[in-house]
């Protein structure tokens, strides 16, 4: 079965700290795709990233980065010096090869105060 | 930019009634989406279509049906409206397979 699991359902930050959204996922497939997506309060998810299985450099992207380990089928993120704007549902997503069919986990709402 | 519209962002309905939701995108992406967004359970998939007139079912099809006619529109419909229906409902686009997918704004749907 795939599956996407993010544990935390929500998280609370206080505005310059860092945090970390955890992602694990599984799956049979060799070859899959891992996606994170932001969900602002607007309601329209926006991409941030795509990883091939193949692929397990980490990323980083100013103050956003992602840890990949297949070893441990988890797919990190981490936002460093959050800010007020960075609150919103963040959700991970797996795309097995050659399908359609996109698992997305359940979110989790993170509240960054000021 | 891509772009991702969607008929309506608020809709109150009563049972029974057909209900038609509308989804655009504007860059010619082969395959569009339906997903419906439940607290805790995340994204879920109705409907796909990769091609015009071609559609396959998703995890949870049962109570829809879609339409794609033109490349660019993908309706969702709800033959007949439940309360169990009561969500959020999301359409995306993508260029491949496996891709980014382009989502719109949302629609959220009250069934009475």
């Known amino acids: 079965a795939q599956k996407v699991t993010q544990a935390q359902t929500e998280i609370s930050v206080v505005e310059k700290e860092d945090v970390t959204l955890d992602c694990v996922y599984e799956?049979?497939?060799?070859?899959?795709?891992l996606f994170w997506y932001k969900q602002p309060p607007s309601g329209e998810l926006v991409f941030l990233i795509r990883?091939?299985?193949?692929?397990?450099q980490n990323e980083i992207s100013g103050r956003y980065s992602w840890n990949f380990q297949k070893s441990t089928s988890s797919f990190n993120f981490t936002i460093t010096a959050s800010q007020v704007v960075d609150s919103a549902v963040y959700f991970c997503?797996?795309?097995?090869?050659?399908?359609?069919?996109?698992?997305f986990g359940a979110g989790t709402r993170l509240f960054v105060k000021a | 930019d891509v772009k991702v519209t969607q008929s309506s962002r608020y809709l109150v309905k009563r049972t029974g009634e057909k209900v038609f939701l509308e989804c655009v995108q504007d860059?010619?992406?082969?395959?569009m989406f339906w997903y419906r967004q439940d607290p805790g359970l995340g994204l879920r998939l109705i409907y796909f279509?990769?091609?015009?007139?071609?559609?396959e079912k998703g995890d949870i099809p049962e109570g829809y049906s879609v339409s794609r006619e033109k490349k660019e529109r993908f309706s969702l419909i709800l033959e007949s409206a439940s309360t169990n229906q009561t969500s959020m409902y999301l359409c995306?686009?993508?260029?491949?397979?496996?891709?980014?997918?382009?989502f719109g704004p949302g629609t959220r749907l009250l069934v009475l």
């Open positions: 860059m010619d992406h082969e395959n």
């Open positions: 799956t049979r497939d060799t070859t899959y795709y």
């Open positions: 279509s990769y091609d015009v007139k071609m559609k």
């Open positions: 990883r091939n299985s193949f692929d397990e």
């Open positions: 995306a686009s993508s260029l491949e397979r496996e891709g980014t997918q382009y």
């Open positions: 997503a797996l795309d097995p090869a050659g399908g359609f069919k996109t698992i």
